[in-house]
């Protein structure tokens, strides 16, 4: 039977039954069963308009303006052009600023948001009279922690916060920040301007954006005005969670690379001198970041108990990311010498801190002893930790002894600290004998250097090393010419450590009274033996010619800039002292005349100094090579001179060569010489 073929509408009613979809897809479907309609025709490629040329004004570059940013945008850059020209007339000047104001009232902060239009807020602030800048303030400081983290309106904010002219301005600043500080402190952006806001407010509104940081949310009602305070007030079971949280905005601002800021650095200490909980957890996670902390004060205290309270494995770290390759630069600085000097204090690993003194420490001996910070860490290295030439600071961290101190119920370090040290001076020893063989009249100029000098031949392996002593001894009859130190020509080198752009009027104090801007505190640590009658010499002496502006630092320092790189010339000092071992010829003064050491203040008491302290074999050394060079008997015909002769016949050398001279002295003792006077005491004993 044959097939019925389809008629048309058969065929019809089949067309339109849509093709079975198979497993996993969705049937397509015709646009108008889905309601879209397509309105589009053919793409058009759209023509791409020639930016218009910079003009120049005012012989500076204008910017570009753009009328699809919209004509008030375009009109307030254009008078931008106009209005900073330095040679403007203050009635132009205004007129134009009023006229960029009017085009931008009520937009300020959205003008603030673009790269462009945010530079013709600053200019308006900044070149506008106190009535616009009114107006300014107005509409944006109700809105700064806003502006503080947006990257170009941050720049704003940092200028309305900078240029607050009164206490009251500052305040108002500061209650814009309420209950959002904490979170502008760590962000990315507006750390900067948290920190800024922080140097300019006022004291009580300091304290209370502080408080946020502690988060402490009725910090307003306590009287303390410090963390260590705040946790003597708040009951017991609130201090972990207060201390957690602090310790989460240091976590997160070490993570984010805000650590160079000084309000960390602040934060920091405060946190680790308030409560030793969870204080070795707090050393592990922040200790990325201490090449910046140790660049202030307060940075560097903290680093010095983090470092104290730190397992062997945090150490390692630090000795590899913070000291490693910097440890000398270091040692001149002014704040990060303290916590180097605590780091090598409390390591019991002295086979790496040893590495790090004999490769970098060691080979810049000379200069670290010239320099006034640098001659802290060898004097630390070398001497007692209440020694009197260290300086407060040093003194303040090393008055633990870091066996004696336990973290967590295990000691912060298990050698004893004179064990410890003394593996430390092997290592330091051979840079110094290098140093004193290659500049020992600068060393004995030096003020700094004096009391390194003094250490040094006091231990062992240099204390008795006959070669070394008679090398000292001829230093101190060389000609006047090799006692000009480095340290007098030139002002000590200050190199950038860490964060910060430099240091402050607080750093470059306590640079000072390093160097010995006080005179007498100077004198105490370069000859801490030296008699009454030293002191008081003759009226014609040159006790007051020194003058210490030289040494004072010339640096800065505050909270933002990239870590410091090494240079060339920082490769090489140490480098050239190495190599400086043979030594220098100095030459011998003439011997007709009086020895030129007892002309130089620093030098001679440093001289005085080595023989009243009864160095191991110093005053035979001496007592041989003044001999051979003029003679004994020219020492004693000053006021200086018989000081020091007195000293090497107390010493047990030169009483009979001495002697001799017994009716001359008694006649300069008659006309007042104290020197004369304590010559002839000695030699009747």
Not at 509 to 535: F, M, N
Request: net charge neutral; glycine share 8%; proline share 4%.
């Amino acid at each position: 039977m044959a097939k019925k073929r389809p008629t048309a509408s058969s065929r019809q009613a089949g067309s339109k039954k849509q093709r079975q979809a198979t497993s996993g897809q969705r049937p397509k479907l015709p646009q108008s069963a889905t309601g879209v309609v397509s309105t589009r025709g053919a793409p058009t490629k759209r023509k791409k308009k020639e930016p218009s040329a910079p003009v120049e004004h005012g012989g500076r570059k204008a910017l570009v303006t753009r009328p699809s940013r919209g004509m008030n945008v375009a009109e307030s850059v254009s008078l931008w052009n106009v209005f900073r020209a330095k040679t403007l007339d203050e009635t132009t000047r205004k007129t134009t600023v009023d006229a960029a104001l009017l085009a931008l009232s009520g937009k300020l902060y959205e003008a603030s948001l673009k790269h462009d239009s945010a530079r013709v807020v600053q200019a308006l602030h900044k070149f506008g009279d106190a009535e616009q800048r009114g107006k300014i303030e107005a509409e944006l400081v109700p809105r700064l922690p806003e502006l503080a983290i947006r990257p170009y309106a941050r720049h704003v904010a940092l200028a309305l916060v900078k240029r607050a002219v009164n206490s009251q301005q500052r305040s108002a600043r500061c209650r814009a920040f309420r209950g959002k500080f904490r979170q502008t402190a760590v962000h990315a952006v507006g750390a900067k301007v948290a920190d800024a806001l922080l140097e300019t407010a006022p004291k009580r509104d300091a304290m209370l954006l502080k408080c946020e940081l502690y988060a402490v949310p009725d910090a307003a009602l306590l009287k303390a005005e410090t963390l260590t305070g705040i946790l003597a007030e708040v009951p017991e079971r609130r201090h972990a969670q207060i201390l957690l949280e602090v310790d989460k905005t240091l976590s997160k601002l070490c993570d984010k690379g805000l650590a160079h800021y000084g309000f960390a650095h602040d934060l920091l200490w405060e946190r680790v001198s308030a409560s030793n909980l969870n204080v070795r957890e707090l050393a592990s996670r922040t200790a990325e970041a201490h090449p910046h902390f140790v660049s202030t004060r307060s940075g560097a205290r903290a680093s010095a108990l983090l470092a104290t309270a730190a397992d062997a494995k945090t150490r390692k770290g630090l000795l590899k990311k913070c000291w490693r390759g910097r440890a000398a630069q270091a040692a001149q600085h002014a704040r990060a010498h303290v916590a180097l000097i605590r780091f090598l204090d409390v390591v019991d690993d002295t086979k790496q801190s040893g590495a790090l003194i004999s490769g970098e420490i060691g080979p810049a001996a000379a200069e670290l002893a010239l320099d006034a910070c640098g001659a802290q860490v060898l004097l630390s290295l070398l001497g007692e930790p209440t020694a009197k030439p260290l300086s407060a600071d040093v003194k303040d961290v090393l008055k633990e002894d870091s066996a004696s101190v336990t973290v967590e119920d295990k000691p912060a370090s298990r050698k004893a600290r004179e064990v410890r040290r003394g593996e430390l001076v092997a290592h330091l020893t051979p840079g110094l004998k290098r140093a004193l063989y290659a500049r020992a009249p600068e060393l004995l100029a030096s003020r700094a250097a004096a009391p390194v000098i003094i250490a040094a031949l006091a231990v062992a392996p240099l204390a008795g090393d006959a070669e070394l002593l008679e090398r000292v001894a001829r230093a101190c009859v060389a000609p006047l010419a090799a006692f000009e130190s480095a340290d007098e020509a030139a002002p000590a080198a200050n190199p950038h450590f860490g964060g910060g752009e430099a240091e402050d009027e607080d750093e470059a104090a306590a640079r000072q009274v390093l160097a010995g801007s006080d005179e007498d505190e100077a004198e105490a640590g370069a000859a801490s033996l030296i008699e009454d009658e030293a002191a008081e010499d003759d009226a014609g002496s040159d006790d007051d010619g020194d003058s210490d502006d030289d040494e004072a630092s010339d640096s800065e320092d505050s909270g933002a800039g990239a870590f410091f790189e090494m240079s060339d010339d920082d490769s090489e000092g140490g480098a050239a002292a190495a190599d400086a071992g043979g030594g220098a010829d100095w030459g011998v003064a003439d011997a007709a005349a009086s020895p030129p050491v007892l002309d130089h203040d620093v030098a001679h008491r440093t001289l005085l100094t080595l023989l009243q302290a009864k160095t191991d074999g110093f005053a035979a050394a001496f007592a041989l090579v003044a001999g051979e060079t003029g003679g004994l008997g020219r020492w004693a015909g000053s006021n200086r001179g018989g000081l020091v002769m007195a000293a090497l016949v107390r010493g047990g050398h030169g009483r009979k060569e001495l002697g001799a001279a017994r009716k001359a002295l008694a006649k300069a003792k008659k006309g007042g010489s104290k020197g004369a006077a304590a010559l002839l005491e000695a030699l009747g004993e």
